[in-house]
């Protein structure tokens, strides 16, 4: 049987922090050479209190600039710390060849945060966009022994060898997607999760291979509940 590591298994668990906290705004997590995760801290909240953590993975082709905006704000309003990893590559490892490098920074990104700020293990969230929307699907069903909820907007697919608890999914897809048509992926993945049992949220709504506002904000409502 293949390692654990190579099915996407992380090795996160949580913690008590042991660092000094991150001042609030946008941080460069320095923990690598190049392309670093981001972890965006909203003003006000307490280091020593538990903290929903939502992780937003990019698109094929992004960064962590490009896909802060659609959870920035809403983390600044509702409190939540944002961490946004970034791929080695173009896009992430699990859609090229398999689990790699960026498991292994997950995990370390992960570590990073949990050591200067207490984490909620009610509210660790999973979420991406297109190809990140992907990751967080197939990452956040393997790894549920500590991810609550998967959001997954776009998403083209999931990969998923070895299933750990429930986490609540929310799925959004357009109906004008010519980049990933909606029937092979949102309305598919959504019946399928459904048919072995998660507690699933589907939403569609009209429009290209692009996340909507009104959507997104939907989502936040559906794991900060």
Known sequence: MSHPHLM?????????????????????????ESRNPALYVPPGIDPRSPTALVVLFHGGGGSAAKILPMLQ????????????????FPTWDI????NGPDRERLDAALAEVASRFRLDPARLVFAGHSDGGSYALSLGLTNGQFVTHVVASSAG??????????????????TEDEQIPIDRSGRFH????????????????????????????????????
Do not use: W
Request: hydrophobic letters at 45%.
């Open 8 to 32: 996407g298994r992380l090795d996160f668990v949580h913690r008590l922090p042991d660092k000094v906290p991150l001042p609030a705004g946008l941080n460069a997590l320095r923990l690598f």
């Open 157 to 174: 697919f999931m990969s998923v060898h070895l299933q750990s608890g429930a986490p609540r999914v929310f799925i959004s897809h357009g």
């Open 190 to 225: 959504s019946a399928k999760l459904k048919a072995a049992g998660y507690d699933v949220t589907y939403v569609e709504y009209d429009g290209p291979h692009a996340h909507q506002p009104a959507v997104v904000a939907q989502a936040v409502d559906f794991f900060l509940a």
């Open 73 to 88: 704000q809403h983390a600044q309003a509702r409190g939540f710390l944002l961490l946004v990893p970034q791929s080695v």
């Open 95 to 98: 859609v090229i060849g398999g």
